[in-house]
């Protein structure tokens, strides 16, 4: 079985895949053109010791994660609506980035907080408040996938991130990469951006049952500060469990992600799979690796 290097995200009419050294990013233009877009990984990111140190690689893998997925997400859109000058990065991306960080932070941390600090009072235990707290994020979480995945245009999105996961089964089973023979795979897969989101929402529960119950100055403050550490412990489960999939005890541990997945992807159409077949193979070959 080949060592677990290959994943990616869905962007507008297109995916990204990212490998050992570098990234590629394949959107079908309107004109039904697939344009597919290269680049070397920042190396001090992922081949530097500090960078590889378990709980630290985490947060570094998670921030790059970040940036990339924004960087392609407005490289597609900009394709999409066929822009003249389509450039992967700019000013506009930092800005998107910051934006989204917020919002995130303000929906699904901040925001359940102060509403279960109206009713703070009436609540008889820290345990019970923090896990009031829980389910109300979590509640959010599944509030918005559900309601964005009504959505058309996201709804392809969602066939696109599909899309993703079928190329990636595949490679890693190690069958030909053509259209045909990825459509037979599942949309599920265990390293999956929503099952990650699901265990840092697990995670943040557990956490803050710790930390009882401080005002709500102090109550915000260590929500923020369990932001990068729940961070760091999802990924290292994460990764721990894609390499251990095949354990009973794992399969019952990842079993919620997998389920989720299920708001987050689409069946694709083969011109979808395509797409992202285009991005693997580049990245595969900027690698120097063998495609089927």
């Known amino acids: 079985m080949k060592e677990i290097h290959y994943g990616g995200q869905a962007v507008i009419e297109g995916v990204m895949m990212r490998g ?3 990234m590629a990013v394949a959107v079908r233009r309107p004109s039904g053109e697939v344009l597919v877009h290269s680049e070397s990984l920042p190396s001090g990111i992922y081949n530097s010791p500090v ?4 709980f630290v690689r985490g947060l570094t893998m998670l921030w790059d994660t970040l940036v990339l997925g924004i960087r392609s997400l407005m490289f597609s859109a900009d394709v999409a609506l066929e822009e003249e000058e389509v450039e992967f990065g700019g000013a506009m991306m930092w800005g998107t980035l910051i934006f989204s960080l917020l919002l995130g932070i ?3 941390v901040v925001l359940p907080m102060l509403l279960v600090g109206l009713v703070d009072r009436y609540i008889t235990t820290p345990l019970l408040s923090n896990l009031a707290e829980g389910l109300v994020r979590l509640g959010f979480f599944l509030a918005y996938l559900l309601a964005i995945g009504r959505l ?3 709804r392809r999105v969602f066939a696109y991130h599909g899309a993703e996961h079928k190329t ?3 490679y890693e089973a190690g069958v030909p990469l053509t259209p045909q023979d990825v459509q037979g795979f599942g949309t599920a897969h265990t390293r999956c951006g929503t099952g990650f989101l699901l265990i840092v929402l697990i995670l943040f529960v557990l956490l803050s049952t710790l930390l009882g119950r401080p005002p709500l ?4 403050l260590s929500r923020l500060v369990l932001v990068p550490v729940v961070a760091s412990l999802a990924y290292e489960f994460i990764k721990f469990t894609a390499g251990h999939h095949e354990h009973p005890l794992v399969k019952v541990l990842i079993a919620p992600g ?3 997945q299920r708001l987050t992807t689409q069946e694709p159409d083969e011109s979808m799979l395509e797409v992202s077949i ?3 193979q580049r990245v595969l070959a900027e690698d120097g690796v063998g495609a089927q």
């Open 217 to 220: 100055v102090w109550r915000l």
């Open 20 to 22: 050992r050294r570098n």
């Open 258 to 260: 997998l389920w989720l």
């Open 106 to 108: 303000g929906l699904f």
């Open 51 to 54: 960078g590889r140190l378990p």
């Open 152 to 154: 058309p245009d996201i």
């Open 168 to 170: 990636v089964n595949a």
């Open 278 to 280: 285009a991005a693997l």
